[in-house]
């Protein structure tokens, strides 16, 4: 992982500019480049050699403010074969699902490559990510959106696998299968599979239907803990002075999250201890 968080700018990085309308434009710094706003040029030998952080000037006068960007900004942004997984999910994934510095992870259904590029981070340089894709269209969209953010090939932790995870899976022992797709109970037998006891399934679905087959495929395997499903919603707020309030917009449903944990091989889940009917006791 050889994409550079800190230091000077320098040619290869790629730079986010930000104007005074919170616009934010990415390029990536050349010898000899201008990047060309409506607002005027910027030389790029303005921010070659320029701490993050710095103010630069188009020729037209406006000043734009440099960083290199986030992970969240760069999968907002990147080009899209498939839609993408939110940042706000993306580090709920990272977050609920324990993916760790060295953990090998699976994950099918990469579409653009936004989540690959969370878990690449995740893992670190010691572990490994699996990715299946289904559509070669969008392997290949993938697969450039992740190269271009980390600065190049990621061989030596990421493997591309353009193919069905059922039939292609080739793995075992691994600490994380993460499924975004339409159906993702279809894999929940080939996930149990490939994990090792005490590893964490965790799938993405944009629907209640969706959600509710996947719980119940997940309950009644006979292999996981019992399924846990939510969402996540995201507020801004407003904060000038005294005038505190509640952005009138939010990211609200994107879609929702079922983690399991898979249990030891031969063990029966105990049976799951329901509230009587009509009553709000705990039992």
Not at 191 to 196: E, F
Request: charge should be neutral.
């Amino acid at each position: 992982m050889g994409f550079r968080r800190h230091g000077p700018f320098q040619v290869g990085d790629q730079v986010q500019l930000t104007d005074p309308k919170n616009k934010r434009h990415t390029i990536t710094l050349k010898q000899d480049g201008v990047y060309h706003t409506h607002k005027g040029a910027i030389p790029h030998s303005d921010l070659i050699g320029q701490p993050e952080g710095s103010v630069v000037r188009s020729s037209g006068g406006t000043q734009y403010l440099a960083f290199r960007h986030l992970l969240q900004d760069y999968t907002l942004a990147m080009p899209r074969g498939a839609a993408v997984i939110y940042p706000k999910d993306a580090s709920m994934i990272v977050g609920m699902a324990d993916i760790f510095p060295g953990a090998r992870v699976i994950e099918a259904g990469v579409g653009s490559g936004a989540l690959t590029c969370f878990l690449l981070r995740a893992v670190g340089p010691e572990g490994h990510v699996t990715s299946y894709e289904r559509r070669e269209e969008f392997a290949d969209v993938a697969r450039k959106n992740v190269e271009k953010f980390y600065g190049g090939p990621m061989d030596d932790n990421w493997r591309l696998v353009v193919g069905d995870l059922v039939a292609s899976i080739d793995e075992a022992d691994v600490d994380r299968v993460i499924l975004d797709m339409l159906a993702p109970w279809e894999c929940v037998d080939a996930a149990a599979k490939a994990l090792t006891p005490g590893g964490v399934i965790c799938c993405y679905v944009a629907t209640t239907t969706q959600m509710s087959k996947t719980v119940e495929v997940i309950r009644d395997h006979g292999c996981f803990t019992e399924p846990h499903a939510w969402e996540t919603l995201v507020r801004d707020w407003h904060v000038e002075g005294l005038a505190v309030r509640p952005d009138h917009r939010m990211i609200g449903h994107t879609g929702f999250l079922v983690t399991a944990r898979r249990m030891a091989d031969g063990v029966t889940p105990p049976p799951r201890r329901r509230r009587p009917k009509g009553t709000t006791e705990e039992l």
